[in-house]
């Protein structure tokens, strides 16, 4: 009897032994597969390489912006002049949209354009302070006069997947009875009302100005540390002022996520670099008695960012000469840590940080669009496909 009892007892071990490995085995086969599941959703790289694939070229227009539909259209923007070109995917000019330019309904003056999620047009006003709502058929769905609603100047603006709008607007400060301007990322709701302040920086570039403003001085800050944020597809926040490498990113409830730095000492500014930046203040600056520049020992830190849709993130720096053929970039992954530099297309007007527009070069599913300097009266629209390695 005893022996039966211990041969079964023997029989129940082994049979929980041979379980137990297979839960294992199981277990262990579950982990690889969510593992390689994972790896498949978000692989790893290290580097990305632009591949010109489209271009549009058409002489005596002056786009100052792009912007990409949901269905590959591409809509060109001439900012000044209130006129849009439209083209399909393939480069194929499909119309043209052409505003009046005034103080009506209707009327667009200056033009600062995001798509919304459900495909509609916003075009902020910057010289009227109003915002523009279009659908497809350019009806007008909405017509917002945000200085007046505000009691605030915008300056630029994006909006994120649920129609949440930011601007980058200005405060006047009085510290110490001194003037003090503030910069500040502020968000509003879809119908536009004030959310409150993301970020806030002391424009000390203002600052000088309205200290000296009896004075028969125009002064001109180059390279200027301002700002320029992203939205991203997930409604992240993604902001940076120039005279950093950082760039601070938010979630969409408002809370800290993580900062993007790295350790760098910019190159010195030329007189290259001078030359070419004063160059585009020539016909402005012929008004006026006297000037007085600015100038900074070395160039920001950085001169635009982009968030691509896997999270990673393209810093463009000022690193390479003025004169270089492409722009230097810094590629991060969705950690941030840093991974490779990247040579970048060289788009139009990348290093202005008092022009309104870091829309001169945009990212959209695995494409990069840009606007290029041909010559003094022309630009070339390019498409670039991106590959990850």
């Known amino acids: 009897m005893k022996l039966i009892i211990l041969r079964n007892n023997l029989i129940s071990q ?7 490995a297979l839960m294992i085995h199981c277990n262990s086969k579950k982990e690889l597969t969510e593992k390689k599941n994972i790896q498949e959703e978000h692989p790893r790289y290290s ?7 489209l271009r549009i070229d058409r002489q005596n227009w002056y786009p100052g912006c792009l912007e990409i539909d949901e269905e590959g259209k591409i809509y060109v923007f001439e900012v000044d002049y209130a006129k849009i ?7 194929n000019e499909l119309g043209q949209k052409e505003f009046k330019q005034g103080q009506g ?49 915008f300056l630029f603006f994006w909006l994120d997947s649920r ?16 003037y003090s301007p503030s910069r500040i990322l502020i968000k509003l709701s879809p119908t536009g009302k004030f959310l409150g302040e993301i970020f806030e920086y002391r424009d000390i570039g203002a600052e000088y100005e309205s200290q000296h403003r009896h004075e028969n001085i125009v002064p001109i800050y180059l390279y200027p540390p301002f700002g320029t944020f992203k939205v991203d597809a997930k409604d992240f926040v993604y902001y940076a002022v120039s005279d950093k490498y950082e760039i601070n990113i938010i979630s969409p409830q408002g809370e800290f996520v993580r900062k993007i730095i790295k350790a760098t000492k910019p190159r010195k500014v030329t007189e290259k670099d001078t030359a070419e930046h004063i160059s585009g203040f020539k016909k402005a600056l012929s008004r006026f008695g006297g000037v007085k520049f600015f100038i900074p020992d070395r160039m920001p830190a950085i001169a635009d960012f982009f968030v691509f849709d896997n999270k990673y993130i393209l810093v463009v720096t000022f ?4 004169d270089s053929p492409t722009l230097s970039g810094d590629l991060f992954d969705n950690d941030g840590n840093f991974l490779s530099e990247v040579d970048v297309p060289k788009y139009h007007r990348y290093g202005d940080w008092n022009g309104l527009f870091k829309k001169c070069a945009i990212n959209k599913k695995n494409y990069f669009y840009t606007i290029e300097y041909k010559d003094e009266d ?11 390695n």
Request: hydrophobic share 35%.
């Open 85 to 91: 070109y439209i083209y399909d995917k393939d480069g």
């Open 105 to 153: 309904p209707g009327d667009i003056n200056f033009m600062d354009p995001t798509f919304s999620s459900d495909s509609n047009l916003y075009i902020f006003d910057k010289k009227i302070q109003r915002l523009t709502i279009f659908n497809k058929q350019w009806k007008i769905l909405d017509t917002r006069e945000l200085r007046k609603e505000l009691g605030k100047n």
């Open 319 to 322: 690193e390479n000469p003025i």
């Open 378 to 388: 022309n630009r070339i629209v390019k498409r670039y496909r991106m590959t990850w």
């Open 47 to 53: 580097s990305i390489t632009f591949t010109e694939d």
């Open 163 to 178: 129609n949440y709008m930011y601007f980058w607007t200005y405060k006047t400060n009085f510290i110490e009875g001194k």
């Open 14 to 20: 082994s049979l929980i032994a041979i379980l137990c």
